[in-house]
């Protein structure tokens, strides 16, 4: 079992910054792939970016250029960097971790979500 912990939502303003963590339980969090997906009210969770145990990133179209996501393994941590922030960014944030034994057998564990609003 895994478990996620997020921070760093919050109120901005548009065109604000927001930095979120997510740190993660146990000892393996380098073989793990970690994503970050955010729900608006009557929307579905959609991905927001992810990236790999090898460090390969990912981005949904309507973040790049504005968002970055990295991750310390040394801290069991992963990190999304939001810059220039839309009102439509407006969400709640969750943290996923991907856990691969082998192909056809794959967990997924969710943080618990941090909220984000971009409002003036």
């Known amino acids: 079992q895994v478990q996620l912990v997020e921070s760093g939502g919050g109120l901005v303003q548009p065109g604000g910054s927001l930095r979120l963590s997510c740190t993660a339980s146990?000892?393996?969090?380098?073989?793990?792939?970690m994503g970050w997906y955010r729900q608006a009210p009557g929307n579905q969770r959609e991905l927001v970016a992810a990236?790999?145990?090898?460090?390969?990133?990912h981005y949904a179209d309507f973040v790049k250029g504005r968002f970055t996501i990295s991750r310390d393994n040394t801290k069991n941590t992963v990190y999304l960097q939001m810059n220039s922030l839309k009102p439509e960014d407006t969400a709640v944030y969750y943290c996923?971790?991907?856990?691969?034994?082998?192909?056809?057998?794959?967990?997924?564990?969710w943080g618990q979500g941090t909220q984000v609003t971009v409002s003036s």
């Open positions: 996923k971790a991907q856990i691969t034994v082998v192909p056809s057998l794959r967990s997924d564990y």
């Open positions: 146990g000892t393996l969090f380098a073989n793990y792939d």
């Open positions: 990236v790999t145990s090898g460090d390969t990133r």
